[in-house]
Structures are given as C-alpha cells and as structure tokens.
C-alpha cells in the first residue's frame, strides 16, 4: 500500500474525516485528497504532523515495501503554500526511510521552535 492508502486507512480507523486533518495541517481539503489518492506528493513536515494528528507513529503512515529512490524537481507553486524550488524524495525503501527520518527529525524540532 502506498502514502496515500496508509492515510486513508488510518483517518478511516481513527473516525476523522478528510476536512478535520487538511484544517489541522491548515491546507485545502482537495490537496488532502490528493494526497490520499497518490495525485500530487507529500512533505515530510506534514506525514511528521499528521502522525501527530492520528496519535500514531510514523511509520504506520509510511509504505513498507521495498522499492527505489525517486528524486523530482518542483519549481511551481504548490496548493499548500510550499516554496518555489522545493525537491521532493520519494522513497519506498523502509530502512532508507528511516535513515532519511533520522537526519530530517532534529532538523524539523529546530526549525519548529526557532
């Protein structure tokens, strides 16, 4: 199962709806539904604060198979109020997954309480 798939699951089993976690992350519903059907990418920032919202850990939200690493470009504006210029890793692979979690954390705690 993918991103997408592993949210829906667990929004589905927590009982909250599509409105309730986009107004948590202060994003459109439809960027959420994007989301949720593979449409469009996910910040790490935001699978960190929607397994905040879930009560649950990270790596439920997170695909469990193996698979490779795809690195792509975005140089628009995106829907939730991302930067021009962003790149976005998507990757399958469990253990770089938590590799890449490991280095991403301390980066995000600073970058929150600054």
Do not use: C
């Not at 667990?10 to 539904?33: H, M």
């Not at 698979?67 to 975005?74: A, E, F, K, L, R």
């Not at 991302?82 to 995000?108: A, C, H």
């Amino acid at each position: 199962m993918d991103i997408g798939g592993n949210l829906r699951k667990v929004r589905s089993k927590k009982d909250f709806s599509q409105q309730e976690a986009a107004d948590f992350l202060g994003v459109d519903r439809r960027t959420y539904i994007d989301w949720e059907d593979g449409k469009t990418d996910i910040k790490v920032s935001n699978i960190l604060k929607l397994a905040e919202f879930f009560q649950v850990e990270v790596d439920e939200l997170i695909p469990k198979k193996s698979g490779d690493i795809v690195i792509s470009q975005h140089n628009t504006e995106n829907k939730d109020t991302s930067t021009n210029n962003s790149i976005v890793f998507i990757i399958t692979d469990k253990d770089t997954i938590d590799q890449v979690f490991n280095v991403i954390k301390p980066m995000l705690k600073k970058e929150t309480s600054e």
